[in-house]
T-cell receptor
Framework: QKEVEQDPGPLSVPEGAIVSLNCTYS??????FMWYRQYSRKGPELLMY????GNKEDGRFTAQVDKSSKYISLFIRDSQPSDSATYLCAMSALTGGGADGLTFGKGTHLIIQP | DTGVSQNPRHKITKRGQNVTFRCDPISEHNRLYWYRQTLGQGPEFLTYFQNEAQLEKSRLLSDRFSAERPKGSFSTLEIQRTEQGDSAMYLC?????????????FGPGTRLTVL
């Protein structure tokens, strides 16, 4: 079993829909949780960074962390075709990854249909 | 452009050849990471530098791989005697702990194809 599980998709939704992306993890030491967006043939770009359990909102994006269930989510409201990309969850035990780097999920390929 | 840069962007080589990639981090960032990403997978951590010191290496980093960061600025990743299984995107990231955030900023990656 991998430390971080993420459904690779593809996930296809119509423009304007609410998108829900999820990851589960097994390492209870993880305290820092991130969502990155990666366009084809580009490097990952940070969207959300949260510490421990709770919710964080930034514009159309909301990140949720439930440490008791080892489950994190990213919600995208009013989805746009430009949101079409691969979304990677990442996590670490130390702030910023520390010496161990970040542990990523496989990424979910999201397609927003115009 | 003040982001992380990587060169070359693409590299095609024959099995058995040596290749070297370069990463230039954001100038004030003292932490530098290398990751490898294969098709359909997320990035996997390879190694970590704090300034010029290589402090951590993943078990993924076989003896054929070596990384350096002389003077704590740019970094190089060399793969000796390349194998077809080395074909992947090699990503570099940098960060500055204690700054506005501990975010790792990623470069565009170097895509390696081993024939």
């Amino acid at each position: 079993q991998k430390e971080v599980e993420q459904d690779p998709g593809p996930l296809s939704v119509p423009e304007g829909a609410i998108v829900s992306l999820n990851c589960t993890y097994s390492n209870s030491a993880f305290q820092y949780f991130m969502w990155y967006r990666q366009y084809s043939r580009k490097g990952p770009e940070l969207l959300m960074y949260t510490y421990s359990s709770g919710n964080k909102e930034d514009g159309r994006f909301t990140a949720q962390v439930d440490k008791s269930s080892k489950y994190i989510s990213l919600f995208i409201r009013d989805s746009q075709p430009s949101d079409s990309a691969t979304y990677l969850c990442a996590m670490s035990a130390l702030t910023g990854g520390g010496a161990d780097g970040l542990t990523f999920g496989k990424g979910t390929h999201l397609i927003i249909q115009p | 452009d003040t982001g992380v840069s990587q060169n070359p962007r693409h590299k095609i080589t024959k099995r058995g050849q040596n290749v070297t990639f370069r990463c230039d981090p954001i100038s004030e960032h003292n932490r530098l990471y290398w990751y490898r990403q294969t098709l359909g997978q997320g990035p996997e951590f390879l190694t970590y530098f704090q300034n010029e010191a290589q402090l951590e290496k993943s078990r993924l980093l076989s003896d054929r791989f070596s990384a350096e960061r002389p003077k704590g600025s740019f970094s190089t990743l060399e793969i000796q005697r390349t194998e077809q299984g080395d074909s992947a995107m090699y990503l570099c990231a940098s960060s500055f702990p204690g700054g506005p955030s501990d975010e790792q900023f990623f470069g565009p990656g170097t895509r390696l194809t081993v024939l």
